[in-house]
């Protein structure tokens, strides 16, 4: 069945470390996107593609970046982790015009 | 711009009660709207959108485009019910979707 995987699905680091998680669906989807959820603001918008080599900025995108070599996977990279991006991170895909497909998230705590 | 507020952090419904979850919205064309859930420690799911025009889990939803509301609503709160609750909007001109900020429903037994 095709679905949408995060890994890891928990990870610790410490403060300026550099920190990459891995979004991959096997749908096909030319739309991927990065999102973080916090109490009291629910989901921002980090990241977003509409297809390979296409990436651009959501909501909250400061401290963090994505490439998009393949239709498969879009990881996000922390480039020096901070405290305030403790939090539990989502990826979704979909195809245009059409209802976002969540993965399970992963859950970051930096120290 | 376009926002979606959920007015309600907490909604606290006894089982059996009805359930009524606001929505409201703020877009200039012809949004698209939905509700997405998300139960305990699972990922967000779709519970419906307005152009299926479905009934999900025994919840409608109608848009109103006249108070831009999009409120979700249950005749009769199961406990499975509980979860947290997102609205959200997707404008005609591109696939992003703009969440609110989300309303947890515990039903009470």
């Known amino acids: 069945d095709a679905e949408i995987t995060q890994s890891p699905r928990h990870k610790i680091t410490e403060t300026g470390r550099q920190v990459t998680l891995a979004c991959h669906q096997t749908w096909n989807h030319n739309n991927m996107f990065w999102y973080r959820q916090d109490l009291g603001h629910g989901l921002r918008l980090i990241h977003y593609?509409?297809?390979?080599?296409?990436?651009n900025k959501g909501e909250v995108s400061d401290g963090y970046s994505v490439s998009r070599s393949n239709t498969e996977d879009l990881p996000l990279t922390l480039e020096s982790a901070a405290s305030s991006q403790t939090s539990v991170y989502f990826c979704?895909?979909?195809?245009?015009?059409?209802?976002?497909?969540f993965g399970p998230g992963t859950r970051l705590l930096v120290l | 711009a376009q926002r979606v507020t959920q007015p309600e952090k907490l909604l606290s419904v006894f089982k059996g009660a009805p359930v009524e979850l606001k929505c409201n919205y703020s877009?200039?064309?012809?949004?698209?709207l939905f509700w997405y859930v998300q139960y305990s420690r699972q990922r967000l799911q779709l519970l419906l959108r307005h152009i299926s025009r479905e009934s999900i889990k025994g919840f409608t939803a109608d848009l109103n485009k006249g108070e831009t509301s999009f409120h979700l609503k249950k005749p009769f709160a199961q406990e499975e019910d509980s979860a947290m609750y997102y609205c959200?909007?997707?404008?005609?001109?591109?696939?992003?979707?703009?969440f609110g900020k989300g309303t947890r429903l515990h039903i009470l037994p």
């Open positions: 959200a909007l997707m404008a005609n001109r591109d696939d992003k979707i703009i």
């Open positions: 979704a895909s979909s195809e245009s015009k059409e209802t976002q497909y």
């Open positions: 593609s509409y297809g390979v080599h296409d990436t």
């Open positions: 877009y200039s064309g012809s949004p698209e």
